[in-house]
């Protein structure tokens, strides 16, 4: 093991022993998602499925709650649920990544489990970045020692050499394929693809797509699967602006396109949605939810996971030892071309007591002790009829100074996460809205899974995602509501075991 390597193992095992001794600082983590072990995470990395067990990567700073020079964390799953922490699998401690490992991805191959990231140095005083490969057992990794294996000799145009990042590596047919975002002269962001026989040469194929129609500048963590029949690409773009039609907000987006892609000439064809009548979708419109990347399940499922934080709005309490957590991981399915996205079933076996009944129209605020928890499964049906002018307001973790907010709005069909009474106001951004439409049958269903300090809400089974995080003092836990709408909510809830 490297010096780097070791000590960021000490810091990780420092850090947890601190963790564990303290109840509060113990209580203060999530219970289902998977939580920074000690300072900073960002993206997921490397989620993949090897010899049956799922491992979960992730940028990593393990010494200070704020972002620097980045390893990759690992843990371990036997369900997507609860995770094991590892060894810390990289450090930036070669020449070609000694500025950071940034993210990429992994799989399973022949019995070894091959790791695609980005070596981050500095060149004649520039960044420059660049595509490397590591091997491992599953515990512990080897980098290639001719990395990089993918550098500007192998792209046949100019661009940025310090935007060339995030690689998606797969095998298909008797080739390895590598996908990465760059960023071109113009500024533009674009999506390269490469083939290798052996992992070690790398051919340039083409490019398979480029930032345009709104798609901002640089892309950030692409990832390119076969689901249902299409070809999906995921990307992360930055500076995106706002376009409430689309739903994208000013910023750090996640959009998937689907469409046919040709791993002989690397062509991407975008499909041109039904629903927006545009290339691309948001893929999830709450404030934390970024760099996802998805993995095979042993049964087939298709399962998504992604950073549960963002760029813009840093909101970690100031004690906090760790920082940075991901999203639930949800199965993903492509109906008639459309993502819908819900938790992995697994999350519904640690499911306690189940609470249920009806909240009725009402202008008084309306307390249901069930949900008195800071860990909850809950949905609520609610009948929304043309012409609705009425809300549906649900405190979660409230008390006299803190609350987080969902509202449902009929009037201006908007649902809206407002985490200004949480810790520090809630950051730079405070609240975001996403438009949400009834059903044919007139009817919106809300599920909101929380943990501690977050709250995703799945709409209309899956459809659309909002998930947002907040950090509120743990005492705070009243759950209440108010039902505007002029008829009655059902719900039905669910505490958790863990
Ligand atoms: C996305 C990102 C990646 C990069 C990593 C660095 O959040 O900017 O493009 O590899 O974070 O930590």
């Known amino acids: 093991m490297t010096h780097m390597l070791n000590n960021a193992n000490n810091e990780q095992n420092k850090i947890q022993n601190e963790l564990k001794a303290d109840d509060r600082f113990a209580e203060e983590r999530p219970k289902f998602h998977f939580a920074s072990p ?25 010494y200070s709650t704020h972002w620097g020079p980045m390893h990759w964390a690992h843990a371990t799953s036997k369900d997507f649920i609860l995770w094991n922490i590892q060894d810390v699998a990289l450090a930036p401690d070669t020449d070609v990544d000694n500025g950071g490992c940034f993210s990429g991805t992994s799989f399973e191959k022949d019995g070894k489990h091959i790791i695609a990231y980005t070596g981050v140095h500095e060149e004649d ?62 500024n533009l962001g674009a999506l390269v693809l490469f083939e290798s026989k052996d992992l070690h040469e790398w051919n340039y194929v083409g490019l398979v797509d480029e930032s345009r129609d709104g798609l901002s500048g640089m892309w950030e963590c692409p990832d390119i699967f076969k689901l249902d029949g299409k070809d999906v690409i995921i990307l992360s773009p930055q500076e995106m602006k706002e376009d409430e039609k689309l739903g994208f907000h000013n910023g750090n987006n996640s959009v998937y396109m689907t469409g046919s892609l040709d791993l002989t000439s690397a062509k991407f064809v975008r499909e041109i949605r039904s629903e927006n009548s545009y290339t691309a979708a948001q893929i999830d419109y709450g404030i934390d939810f970024y760099a996802p990347q998805t993995t095979v399940a042993s049964d087939g499922r298709r399962i998504m996971i992604a950073w549960m934080q963002s760029w813009e709005s840093y909101i970690t309490p100031r004690k906090y030892l760790w920082s940075g957590m991901m999203t639930i991981p ?16 697994e999350i519904e076996n640690y499911r306690d007591k189940n609470f249920s009944g009806i909240i009725e129209s009402s202008a008084k605020k309306q307390v249901i002790s069930g949900l008195c928890l800071r860990q ?6 609610l009948s929304v009829p043309q ?22 709005d009929a009037k201006t069909k908007k649902l809206t996460f407002d985490r200004s009474r949480t810790i520090d106001g809630g950051g730079n951004t405070k609240s975001r809205s996403m438009k949400v439409l009834p059903n044919s ?3 919106i269903k809300l599920r909101i899974l929380c943990d501690t300090c977050s709250a995703e809400v799945f709409v209309n089974d899956g459809e659309y995602a909002f998930t947002n995080a907040f950090f509120i003092p743990l005492e705070s836990k009243t759950f209440s509501v108010v039902n505007t709408l002029s008829g009655n909510i059902l719900y039905n809830a669910y505490s958790f075991a863990f």
């Open 38 to 62: 000690c300072g900073w995470i960002n993206d997921p990395n490397g989620f993949s499925v090897f010899k049956n067990e799922i491992h979960l990567f992730a940028q990593y700073h393990p």
């Open 125 to 186: 005083g520039k960044t420059v970045q660049e595509q490397c490969i590591a091997i491992g057992d599953g515990k512990t990794y080897t980098k290639f020692c001719e990395n990089p294996v993918i550098t500007y000799k192998n792209i046949p145009f100019e661009y940025q050499r310090s935007d060339f990042r995030d690689p998606k590596i797969w095998a298909e047919g008797d080739k390895y394929f590598l996908a990465a975002v760059l960023k071109k002269k113009n």
């Open 330 to 345: 949800r199965e993903i399915n492509l109906p008639n071309g459309k993502l819908y996205q819900n938790p992995v079933k």
């Open 376 to 381: 909850f499964d809950a949905e609520f049906v």
């Open 387 to 408: 012409n609705e002018e009425g809300k549906f307001i649900l405190n979660i973790a409230e008390s006299k100074d803190y609350s987080a907010t969902i509202v449902y």
């Open 441 to 443: 049958d007139g009817k």
